[in-house]
């Protein structure tokens, strides 16, 4: 929630995004763009209420490659975060730009069962989505512009925020092994989820490692995760 980019209504698209340029690449020909995943390091230098706090972000990587859907061009985001005493993290997150065109949702099969997975359920809804637009300063309209999700962009309804669906899956990790702290989180979107629609979040162990993932209700993999606690 630290940093965020309100911009005034005449400097946004019609998707609720800022505007194409400024500091990402301005991929004007491919009209709709997502979160596609992220990864994080924590020091053990963790933030305090009182601290200042700086941020310096690069764009690490641009890569285009060709989908199911046509063009896809791929941005990575670094951002190293600190506070007067030091590095606190550095996260990564890839941006997804994608032609109009094409089916908004494919079909897709179940995911094989995790019987040992610890397991918990949710149904988000259009309050909490919006709730969380908010809070991240997050204007995308697809999040809670219900019009504008089903009938511009194609979806059946309100998409879960990956971000979202990360920060549940990171406190269903810490669920596992109270007293721990996270020490590395990847995440990457596989497939969206709407709000309405059960949304159940897994976690099981393999190692020192802790894998993660939030099934729809067809049981169809939207995101996987992976966890070191420390």
């Not at 020192?208 to 729809?216: A, C, G, M, S, V």
Request: hydrophobic residues 40%; proline residues 7%; neutral net charge.
């Amino acid at each position: 929630m630290l940093f965020q980019d309100w911009r005034a209504p005449d400097e946004l698209g019609e998707d609720g995004h800022p505007r194409r340029g400024g500091f990402l690449p301005p991929v004007h020909d491919l009209p709709r763009r997502m979160w596609a995943g992220g990864r994080l390091d924590f020091t053990d230098n963790a933030l305090r209420a009182s601290d200042g706090v700086s941020r310096t972000s690069t764009i690490a990587k641009i890569s285009e490659k060709t989908g199911g859907s046509g063009r896809l061009v791929f941005v990575t985001v670094r951002h190293e975060i600190a506070n007067d005493r030091g590095p606190v993290l550095s996260e990564e997150h890839d941006i997804v730009y994608r032609g109009a065109e094409g089916a908004a949702v494919k079909p897709a099969a179940p995911a094989p069962d995790w019987p040992d997975a610890a397991r918990a359920t949710l149904t988000p809804d259009a309050v909490m989505l919006f709730r969380f637009s908010a809070l991240t300063g997050n204007g995308h309209r697809i999040h809670y512009d219900h019009p504008y999700v089903t009938g511009v962009e194609g979806y059946p309804g309100l998409i879960v925020h990956g971000p979202l669906q990360a920060t549940l899956l990171a406190g269903h990790a810490l669920a596992q092994a109270p007293g721990k702290r996270l020490a590395r989180f990847g995440f990457r979107g596989l497939r969206p989820c709407f709000d309405g629609r059960p949304l159940t979040l897994l976690a099981r162990h393999e190692g020192t490692r802790i894998l993660l993932e939030t099934r729809d209700a067809e049981g169809c993999t939207c995101m996987a995760a992976e966890a070191d606690l420390a």
